[in-house]
């Protein structure tokens, strides 16, 4: 019997016509990456486990793809390590390479390894597909590209100025209103000072940024499972639930952190993103989100996310800075900022929303139609000349019947046919059928080079 075809859980194939709309998002981002002096590169889909391993958190580990090693991958194991097993420990001798949870780490690997190669500040973009074995669910896969813009080795707020511009250019570009929300993890390291848990910051973050999804109590919950006192989780409440106007939050907070200066540097970071921003009048709507945390281990300042205003689906796009990435790699001291847009998440929003734009569903441009031998010649030197020209345009490969020819157009969503038989030839006067619209008209070569370019 002949075994049933399928994919893996999480995973898709994609469509000529998905395909199409895909890539008008990927070009969209990177004409816009380009635009503002990025460079691009690519990194292997695999790395070493040890690049990977404790750069995303307890969770983030779980959630890695691990490759068991080729061959004998029982060779480094014994008895021993299955009757008592140590996740990690029996991990690290199973496996040797994972494939990658995102695209920053191994950016920060590929900087530490080119180093001697690299003019700093680096501005790189990539755009690739990452992994993570999570559950799937609407808006969440196991397989997702990602389209990464990130600034190594600068420290300037400038950076972080530009990539919010970026991604209002981007969205305002793809047709989405959406609103990015702005905090900076060391506004939630001074929280975590004052309530007397500066020690248990990475529980504080991974909690906060779950509580639009889980609620306050949840959120609690958690934190009181991680070893937070109450008395602790009660000086929370009041912090994270602050209110009121943009000018009357910082004063409160500034005043709530008075007695913790990382916590007061990282207001003073917020506010000068901020300010830039109000002087450059963005398309779309910022808002400063005490509770935004984003759970990633690596992040040491700015945090960004964005999200979309018409459709609830989750971040399509998040960021931040991170201080001492590479130092893991044996590079210290050098300060990054980057984004990361969701392009399967983007895609479902600019899906649900019906903005994507008629032209991206085109593929050939104009159908020459075959009625035989002789028009077959003439046609094919005619495409040679459409084809230099730019014109994406191809000849039905039979002499079929006129109904399956223009059928195929139309499946297809070929927005003009050409029909040439032997009178054209002769005249070099061609009829040209808009398929929208029906209509028929005589057009000559550069009439029709015309007609189509524009």
């Known amino acids: 019997m002949a075994q049933k075809p399928s994919i893996p859980k999480g995973t898709r194939d994609f469509s000529p016509s998905q395909m199409i709309r895909r890539n008008y998002i990927f070009n969209t981002i990177r004409d816009v990456f380009k635009k503002y002096g990025y460079l691009p590169i690519e990194t292997p889909a695999m790395e070493n486990l040890s690049t990977l391993m404790g750069k995303y958190g307890e969770e983030g580990d779980r959630l890695l793809f691990k490759i068991l090693n080729s061959g004998d991958f029982l060779k480094k194991t014994s008895a021993d390590d299955f009757e008592h097993p140590e996740f990690n420990k029996l991990t690290n001798k199973l496996c040797e390479k994972g494939l990658r949870y995102d695209l920053t780490v191994p950016f920060a690997r590929y900087v530490v390894q080119n180093r001697n190669d690299i003019t700093f500040p680096f501005k790189r973009y990539q755009i690739q597909p990452v992994w ?18 990130d600034v190594i080795g600068s420290n300037s707020l400038l950076n972080e100025v530009e990539l919010i511009l970026i991604i209002d250019e981007v969205f305002t570009k793809l047709g989405i209103n959406v609103e990015i929300k702005l905090n900076n993890r060391k506004i939630l390291s001074g929280i975590a000072e004052i309530i007397g848990e500066a020690d248990k910051l990475t529980d504080l973050t991974v909690a906060i940024d779950k509580l639009e999804k889980i609620g306050i109590d949840k959120v609690n919950e958690e934190l009181a499972s991680k070893g937070l006192t109450q008395a602790a989780i009660d000086k929370l409440q009041p912090i994270i639930n602050l209110d009121g106007l943009l000018k009357e939050k910082f004063p409160k907070l500034m005043g709530i952190l008075e007695n913790s200066e990382t916590g007061l540097t990282g207001i003073n970071e917020l506010m000068t993103v901020l300010k830039h921003l109000k002087e450059l009048r963005l398309n779309n709507k910022w808002s400063f989100d005490l509770t935004l945390a984003r759970g990633l281990n690596y992040y040491t300042g700015a945090i960004i996310e964005v999200v979309a205003k018409d459709m609830k689906i989750g971040s399509i796009c998040g960021g931040g800075r991170y201080d001492d990435l590479t130092g893991i790699f044996g590079l210290p001291d050098v300060s990054g900022v980057g984004i990361s847009f969701g392009a399967d998440r983007v895609y479902d929003v600019m899906n649900e929303l019906g903005v994507f734009p008629e032209e991206s569903s085109e593929t050939t441009k104009v159908l020459l139609v075959n009625f035989g031998d002789e028009e077959e010649k003439y046609c094919l030197k005619l495409l040679m000349k459409l084809r230099a020209a730019g014109i ?42 808009n398929m929208h619209s029906g209509e028929q008209q005589k057009v000559n070569f550069d009439e029709l080079i015309n007609l189509l370019e524009n």
Do not use: H, N, W
Request: with cysteine; aromatic share 12%; net charge positive.
């Open 392 to 433: 994406s345009s191809e000849l039905y490969p039979d002499s079929a019947k006129m109904k399956k020819q223009m059928k195929y157009a139309d499946q297809k969503s070929i927005p003009y046919v050409l029909l040439i038989g032997t009178e054209e030839i002769k005249s070099e006067i061609f009829t040209l059928k």
């Open 132 to 149: 993570r074995a999570d559950k799937p669910q609407k808006g969440r896969y196991r397989e997702f590209f990602q389209c990464d813009v």
